[in-house]
Structure formats: structure tokens, C-alpha cells
T-cell receptor
């Protein structure tokens, strides 16, 4: 079984549309994250959630709204998509948020905005 | 947040040679330093990590060294093989401890 699974794998959409990416982890971890990887491969933290509570929002436009219905799920909804949103979005989880546990990544969602 | 600098951005070595990638971090309170390998089109995967209570850790052909005083840590790959070709990322937790901040990555190419 995949430990961190996200859907869809690919997402192609037009500017102005709204889309969602779903993420689920079956590792029993308390903390989940969304990272954005741009075309230069830079991995940048977007959000961090611990036990369904938002911990970090790293200067992400408010068009991006994460939602965590329970600690095993962290979904990402994006409104009014822009060309610059094209990237690979990775969901990840870690056991605790005390700064000494590794992240486990999902397989990524490649978003292309045309 | 934590500032993590990584060098070089690209590295090309011949099969069998060693490869070294270096990172520096800014927050002296950081105490956990993982390295991730990302193959083309795949997710980043943890290959080795080190905590601040040790100076070196080895796992077969890969090793990580940590100098807390100088705030830098390095990845060493010996006897490189073509399948080691990938992008490697170092990381350190932000000073709040809430998220891993990554270096900008090193694209390693191992030529046969």
C-alpha cells in the first residue's frame, strides 16, 4: 500500500478555473504538508498541518486553501488558477512536528495551467 | 525560516569516482539534517539523515558529515554508479521546527 497517496497525478486546466488535489496518508502521522516544486526543481513549503490544525502558511496567495478533515487527509483547493501555478505539488507527512523526523512524500501532482 | 544553501547546483562525475555535495544552514538550533534523492519524474526519497549528536553517519556507499560549529553538512557518495544520477536535496527544519526547508538541489550525473 502506498504510504502517502495523492490524486490526481496529472491535472491540466485553463486559467481562471478552480481545482482540488487530494492527499491521504496511512502512516498514522500527526503532521502533513504541501510543497510546491517549480520548473527549477526548488521544493518550497506551502502549508504545514498538525492534527488538523494549520501551523504554517508560507506567504501563499489566499487562492490556495488547504483543508484537513482529519489528521490522515490534507486536501488543497486552488481558486482562479494562474499560469504561474503550474508546478508539481507534493503532499508529505511526518510523525511529529518536533523538528527531527523525516518527511514521507506522495508521488506528486503535476499541474499545468494553460 | 531556515536558510539552506546547497552547492554545487550541478555535478558530473565518472562512474567509480566520488561525489560530494555541501550544504550550510543558518539556525544554530537546527538538529536534524536529512538528504533526499529525486529521480526524474518521481518523488523525493530519504536516503540518509543525521542528528546533531553525531558527526558522521554511513550507509554503504553514502555518508553524511556534520559540523555544527561551522553549520554545514555534506553528502559523500563513493564508487558512484549511473543509477546514482538524480537530483539530491539537503534540508533542515525551520527555526520553528514546523517544516523542512530544502536546499535548491544538486543535479548529479554519473557517466559510464
Amino acid at each position: 500500500d502506498t504510504a502517502v497517496s495523492q490524486t490526481p497525478k496529472y491535472l491540466v486546466t485553463q486559467m481562471g478555473n478552480d481545482k482540488s488535489i487530494k492527499c491521504e496518508q496511512n502512516l498514522g502521522h500527526d503532521t502533513m504538508y504541501w510543497y510546491k516544486q517549480d520548473s527549477k526543481k526548488f521544493l518550497k513549503i506551502m502549508f504545514s498541518y498538525n492534527n488538523k490544525e494549520l501551523i504554517i502558511n508560507e506567504t501563499v496567495p489566499n487562492r490556495f486553501s488547504p483543508k484537513s478533515p482529519d489528521k490522515a487527509h490534507l486536501n488543497l483547493h486552488i481558486n482562479s488558477l494562474e499560469l504561474g501555478d503550474s508546478a508539481v505539488y507534493f503532499c508529505a507527512s511526518s510523525q511529529v512536528w518536533r523538528g527531527d523526523s523525516p518527511l514521507h512524500f506522495g508521488n506528486g501532482t503535476r499541474l499545468t495551467v494553460t | 525560516g531556515e536558510n539552506v544553501e546547497q552547492h554545487p547546483s550541478t555535478l558530473s562525475v565518472q562512474e567509480g569516482d566520488s561525489a560530494v555535495i555541501k550544504c550550510t544552514y543558518s539556525d544554530s538550533a537546527s538538529n536534524y539534517f536529512p538528504w533526499y534523492k529525486q529521480e526524474l519524474g518521481k518523488r523525493p526519497q530519504l536516503i540518509i539523515d543525521i542528528r546533531s549528536n553525531v558527526g558522521e553517519k554511513k550507509d554503504q556507499r553514502i555518508a553524511v558529515t556534520l559540523n555544527k560549529t561551522a553549520k554545514h553538512f555534506s553528502l559523500h557518495i563513493t564508487e558512484t554508479q549511473p543509477e546514482d544520477s538524480a537530483v539530491y536535496f539537503c534540508a533542515a527544519y525551520s527555526n520553528s521546527g514546523y517544516a523542512l526547508n530544502f536546499g535548491k538541489g544538486t543535479s548529479l550525473l554519473v557517466t559510464p
